[in-house]
T-cell receptor, first 111, second 113 residues
Framework: TQLLEQSPQFLSIQEGENLTVYCNSS?????LQWYRQEPGEGPVLLVT?????EVKKLKRLTFQFGDARKDSSLHITAAQPGDTGLYLC???????????FGKGTTLSVSS | ETGVTQSPTHLIKTRGQQVTLRCSSQ?????VSWYQQALGQGPQFIFQ???????GRGNFPPRFSGLQFPNYSSELNVNALELDDSALYLC????????????FGPGTRLTVT
């Protein structure tokens, strides 16, 4: 069974700090997607990483896909209160149509 | 471009009742996937509809069923509601059947008492 484990589960930091959240699996994924979900809303796609070792940047957010395509990380530089939310990683099930999601990391950034 | 919309926003039902949730996909998208998100969890895949046919199903019992219409909007029906069905139900649209990048609606919060 493919599983995605995210850590940490909760993160509470001050504005301006840097942070990294992780998404790990024992299975190889053809790609991984990162979403952010705010309370009362559906998840919003941030990025898709496809190639092992790939690094993608979205303003202050840096996403990396592990060389073996079993893990990914999201690094936020100089966090802002607007970064607050639930960060979810998701990957396609092998030979299927489903996306499986991790349980997410809840980030709280206070000013 | 119109985003994904869902109705209703909130719903309270009694155990044993039936419920229908509705979703309009983003314009240009022909695939709708439904997810259940329990509190503190990530979304769990229920099923996907592509061109009006079920195109994959997660580990959910048959009392969870769905439909997709010619305009690609979709319904999720749940029969014989149980307390554990209380969750946020998310609809996501995409282009092309498969586990591709999903564009989510705001969800329907279902409470079963």
């Amino acid at each position: 069974t493919q599983l995605l484990e995210q850590s940490p589960q909760f993160l509470s930091i001050q504005e301006g700090e840097n942070l990294t959240v992780y998404c790990n699996s024992s299975s190889v994924f053809s790609s991984l997607q990162w979403y952010r979900q705010e309370p009362g809303e559906g998840p919003v796609l941030l990025v898709t990483v496809v190639t092992g070792g790939e690094v993608k940047k979205l303003k202050r957010l840096t996403f990396q896909f592990g060389d073996a395509r079993k893990d990914s990380s999201l690094h936020i530089t100089a966090a802002q209160p607007g970064d607050t939310g639930l960060y979810l990683c998701a990957g396609p099930v092998q030979a299927g149509t489903a996306l499986i999601f991790g349980k997410g990391t809840t980030l709280s950034v206070s000013s | 471009e119109t985003g994904v919309t869902q109705s209703p926003t909130h719903l309270i039902k009694t155990r044993g009742q039936q419920v229908t949730l509705r979703c309009s996909s983003q314009s240009g998208h022909n695939t709708v996937s439904w997810y259940q998100q329990a509190l503190g969890q990530g979304p769990q895949f229920i099923f996907q509809y592509y061109r009006e046919e079920e195109n994959g199903r997660g580990n959910f019992p048959p009392r969870f069923s769905g439909l997709q219409f010619p305009n690609y909007s979709s319904e999720l029906n749940v029969n014989a509601l149980e307390l554990d069905d209380s969750a946020l139900y998310l609809c996501a649209s995409s282009l092309g059947g498969g586990p591709y990048e999903q564009y989510f609606g705001p969800g329907t919060r279902l409470t079963v008492t």
